[in-house]
């Protein structure tokens, strides 16, 4: 009996050290990365004020449509409209954030986009962006986009100087 006594204790303590040695404890990090907030303005600078501007254009016996290239400012036309010499070009975007990070830019849907004179509207559809696909920041944080698109003329659109505006969006991928 005397036996008993002492191997029940000495087994109980063989196993609660049998236990502690198959723990361990390690150590992890937290971290985070703090971006400066995505921002864009109009560029001013150009020529349109940063405007998409399909200049003086003079509508025909049928509809036609007037193009304004994001690579280029280059101004076209199809249809029923002639181009007088005047300012055009595309709108220009300077974006701010944190530098060499990269973003996307989101245009207007088709057939969202109404500028308008008075009571008469026209459309500005197929927007498009230049450079394409995912732009990144400089090491200042800087980058510059263009949009342009094609402006829907009615055949005899009303005259008058036809204005609104439209929406783009940038953000971080």
Known sequence: MKNRCIVIPCLLALLSFGSQANAATTEGRATATILTAISASKNETTSTGGDLAFGVIIPGESSGTVTISPSTSDRTHDGGVA??????????FNVYGGANTAFTITLPDTDTVNIVSGNNTMKVVSFTVYPTGSITLNNLGKATFNVGGTLIVEKLQPAGNYTGSFQVTVAYQ
Do not use: H, I, R
């Open 83 to 92: 181009l007088a010499a005047s300012t055009s070009g595309a709108a220009s």
